[in-house]
């Protein structure tokens, strides 16, 4: 089964035929909310938003662990991740979507690994391709088979938030290789691969990130909800044709 993590700007998909709610408990505590069970195109699809579905769980307060093990414990194989970011390479402007094929992790204090904790082996997972190939590669077919453009390829910066970063940080992360900025690419992704699930971002940009393009004098965050309205209904259809593959 497909199951869709929302971001900001995503906390649902007016595409799905819901058939069940339901609200799960885990081992790591209650996820960012029950999840949504429906068909997309005929497909069975998951819908959980990360946030919660009154947008009230700040970045570095979700769950992530909970989250993860839900959408595991519901048969679910395969993760597609929907995230909000700051543009910091020039071409990558507001409304752009972008597929990230890397991570640089700034995060701190998170949980961030299940192996962890009495009695629990240290264990060591392979994560130099954050993102699963084969999923990068569908999620590319689709939004071409639905006319919808997706840069292929970025560096994710993930940031501990949840406050925007400041202008000179943005200027280490470019230093860095970053190319997008956001708050929850990690340890989303660690703990995808540590549960064995197929996982990728699509990354909405909806703004330019501080000091950068027209935020050189600071982010409007007023312009970033009519962005990612825009941008999400492009979401949606790519999500629509991946469903139908």
Not at 109 to 122: I, N
Not at 163 to 171: G, H, K, Q, V
Request: net charge neutral; glycine share 12%.
């Amino acid at each position: 089964m497909l199951a869709i993590i929302g971001g900001s700007g995503l906390s649902g998909l007016a595409n799905l035929e819901v058939t069940r709610r339901q609200v799960l408990r885990t081992p790591y505590g209650e996820p960012s909310g029950p999840l949504t069970f429906g068909t997309i195109a005929g497909r069975p699809i998951a819908f959980l938003a990360r946030h919660g579905y009154g947008h009230t769980i700040a970045p570095h307060e979700v769950n992530y662990c909970a989250n993860m093990w839900a959408l595991k414990d519901q048969a679910i194989t395969t993760v597609v991740s929907v995230a909000s970011v700051g543009g910091i390479a020039k071409e990558f402007g507001p409304g752009r979507l972008v597929l990230p094929n890397q991570i640089i992790d700034y995060t701190w204090g998170r949980q961030s690994t299940y192996f962890e904790g009495p009695g629990a082996k240290v264990t060591h997972i392979d994560f130099t391709e954050p993102y699963t190939p084969g999923l990068r590669e569908r999620i590319l077919v689709a939004a071409k088979a639905c006319g919808q453009e997706m840069a292929n390829g970025a560096v994710y910066a993930a940031t501990q938030g949840p406050r925007l970063e400041t202008a000179a940080e943005i200027d280490r992360l470019e230093r860095d290789g970053a190319s997008l900025v956001g708050m929850t690419a990690m340890p989303e992704a660690a703990l995808a691969r540590e549960l064995g699930l197929e996982y990728a971002t699509i990354a909405v940009v909806a703004n330019y990130a501080a000091g950068r393009g027209d935020s050189v004098g600071g982010v409007s965050m007023d312009k970033i909800g009519v962005v990612l309205e825009a941008a999400m209904a492009k979401v949606r259809k790519v999500i629509e044709q991946l469903a139908a593959q």
